[in-house]
Structures are given as structure tokens and as C-alpha cells.
């Protein structure tokens, strides 16, 4: 199969169930109701430029409240060793104030993204999973998938057949039961040794994973699909390429260089005919919505430009797996992907 130059964003859709661990809620509402507001015009621009983009979602943001979100909890549960991962516990700390409701629930948001021409409702798992974390299991983790697929179906909304791994905790174990779960294709980790380990985060790690966005550190982000090897009865690994750092807004040079590292590497995806896979969260441009929205278009009015020039193409990470699984690539029987 001939390799095409293919551009594809993947979006973390959590508000405060993805930092409920870093993060008090208290200082972050004007951050979440900026991001409210930017899901509605990311849906616009997407669908006016024909940017094909996959949201994976926690599927806990379907329920329309309290109530709700209990009737579709799984009764098993990540039993956690460190007890302040668990997302379960934020009833109890925030359930009686329902003013705050707007940072845990967003049915009304997600029900757009499958409405929007050429975006895919993926999951981001039910409770924000994190699938290395101690104390939890495989089976625990099949259950979250489960309530993840059957809260999108009680609301007529398609089963996610993509996931992205909270925290990029990608388990190579865990793909057997999200294969068996309907789940066809999964967001991977980028190559360099800066990403291999998510869970501790050591400092050296951050430094690297910080600087390389902003500097060449590490090894080329882009990819062809044809190194994208299928896995018999596994989903697809689509690697990432790119995160999307937040503005910084006190520091200019920092911004243009982030921007700048980004449009070089698409123009060189776009050469190689290779894919150029960029992610981040909505709640990256809560605070300077404006200025992350203006860079937004920047990026997509280049891709614009790469498809007159070099016919790159968008796709999402379901329309990735489907182009890949129908070339003439060989299945293998082999346990690891080509990530």
C-alpha cells in the first residue's frame, strides 16, 4: 500500500476528572468554563476546515448528573493502592454543590462531537483508568471499558472503537482486553526514551518531554503508515507525534517556538509522506482561550496549505486503522506493535 501524508489530531476530553489528583478544584473554575466554551467553537472550526479529529472521552462526562453517573458506575472499580487516584471519591468531596456539576458533567458537549461532520467519539476510558497504576487489575479495567461503551449506547451515541490511555499509561498488556472490548485502534506513546515511562515522571523525563517541544531533542515525530504493522485479535497502536503544549502566555518566544517546532515537523510529514499525529486536551487552552485558538488556526490553515501542496490528507484514528488493516500488510501473530 502507497504511504500518504496524513495529519490526524487526537483530543483528551476529561475537564477536572483528568487533574482531580494534581489540581484544586477551586482554582480552576474560569479554566473549565473557558473550556466549555471552546468545545463548541473547536466542533466550528473543525467542521469548516474538514479537519477530521478524534475526541477520546471520559465516559463519566456523559452523565447528566450525580444520580446518573452512579446508576452507570461499574461495581468494580480500579481498588487503587494510592486511594487519591480513584474518581470515585469526588462525590463524596463535591457531589452536594451542584454549581459545580459543570466540571464533572457535559452530556450536552458530547453529544456534539458525533454530530460534527468528520469527528470520531472515542473514550479516554470510564473513569480516567490509569492502566499501570498499583493495586488495579486487568479485570477491573475490562469492567471500565464496559461502563465507557454502555453510558455512550443508553445515550444513542455510537460505542467508542478508540481509546486514548489516561496519563499515555500505555499497557501493551491491556490491548488483548480492549481488542475483546470492540476497541480497534489505541493511541501510543512517542518513540523517545523521554515517554517511555508516564507513571513515575521523573524530573529528567519532564525537562526532556518540556524541551522537546520547544527544540529538536529528540528522534523524528512523524511516521508512514506502513510501519503501523497490524496485530491479530490487538487494535492498531497509532503512534503520537506531537503534544500541543499550552500558551504560556508570560513568555512569547517560548509560544512562537512551540508553533514554529510544530509547523516544521508537519511540512516534513508532509515531504517524507509520512503521518503527523497531534494531541492535546480542550482544557489546554482554558487559560488563553483566544491566543490558543488563534495558533490553532495557524496550524490548521498550514495543513491547508500541505494538502494543496503534497496532498496530505486528514483522518481520524479510526479512519488511520481502517486504511491501514485494508492494505496489503501482512497479519502477524507477534505480541508487541510497532510503537
Not at 452512579?70 to 470515585?88: D, F
Not at 470510564?126 to 477491573?140: D, F, N, P, R
Not at 517524507?272 to 495558533?295: I, T, V
Amino acid at each position: 500500500m502507497q504511504n500518504k501524508p496524513v495529519f490526524t489530531i487526537s483530543l483528551d476530553f476529561e475537564l477536572y476528572w483528568g487533574v482531580f489528583d494534581k489540581v484544586a478544584l477551586e482554582t480552576k473554575q474560569n479554566y473549565f468554563s473557558n473550556t466549555r466554551r471552546i468545545v463548541p467553537e473547536l466542533l466550528t472550526l473543525f467542521a469548516k476546515e474538514e479537519v477530521h479529529v478524534t475526541w477520546a472521552t471520559v465516559g463519566m462526562l456523559f452523565a447528566e448528573n450525580w444520580q446518573e453517573w452512579q446508576e452507570h458506575n461499574p461495581t468494580q472499580q480500579p481498588a487503587y493502592t494510592n486511594k487519591q487516584l480513584s474518581a470515585y471519591r469526588l462525590m463524596e468531596l463535591y457531589g452536594q454543590d451542584s454549581a459545580l456539576a459543570a466540571n464533572f458533567f457535559a452530556p450536552e458537549l458530547v453529544k456534539q462531537i458525533p454530530q460534527t461532520p468528520f469527528q470520531e467519539l472515542a473514550t479516554h476510558t470510564y473513569c480516567h483508568y490509569y492502566c499501570k497504576a498499583q493495586g488495579q487489575t486487568l479485570e477491573q479495567f475490562r469492567e471500565d471499558l464496559r461502563a465507557a461503551k454502555q453510558i455512550a449506547i443508553a445515550k444513542s451515541l455510537p460505542a467508542p472503537v478508540s481509546l486514548v490511555f489516561p496519563r499515555n499509561q500505555f499497557n501493551q498488556e491491556y490491548l488483548k482486553v480492549c481488542f475483546e472490548e470492540g476497541i480497534t485502534s489505541a493511541r501510543s506513546n512517542p518513540k523517545d526514551w523521554f515517554w517511555k515511562d508516564t507513571v513515575e515522571d521523573k524530573l529528567l523525563n519532564k525537562i526532556f518531554r518540556t524541551g522537546d517541544g520547544y527544540l529538536p531533542l529528540g528522534q523524528r515525530t512523524s511516521f508512514p503508515l506502513s510501519s503501523l504493522q497490524p496485530v491479530k485479535g490487538m487494535p492498531l497502536a497509532i503512534p503520537a507525534s506531537r503534544f500541543l503544549r499550552p500558551v504560556n502566555g508570560s513568555k512569547p518566544i517560548l509560544d512562537k517556538l512551540r508553533l514554529q517546532r510544530i509547523l516544521k515537523e508537519m511540512t516534513e510529514a508532509a515531504k517524507r509522506k509520512e503521518c503527523y499525529h497531534l494531541w492535546w486536551h480542550p482544557h489546554n487552552f482554558g487559560d488563553y482561550p483566544e491566543q490558543s485558538m488563534a495558533d490553532l488556526r495557524v496550524i490548521i490553515h498550514h495543513f491547508k496549505q500541505l494538502q494543496k501542496q503534497y496532498g496530505m490528507v486528514s483522518m481520524t484514528m479510526q479512519e488511520i486503522q481502517a486504511y491501514v488493516r485494508e492494505g496489503n500488510f501482512e497479519v502477524t501473530d507477534v505480541k508487541t506493535n510497532n510503537i
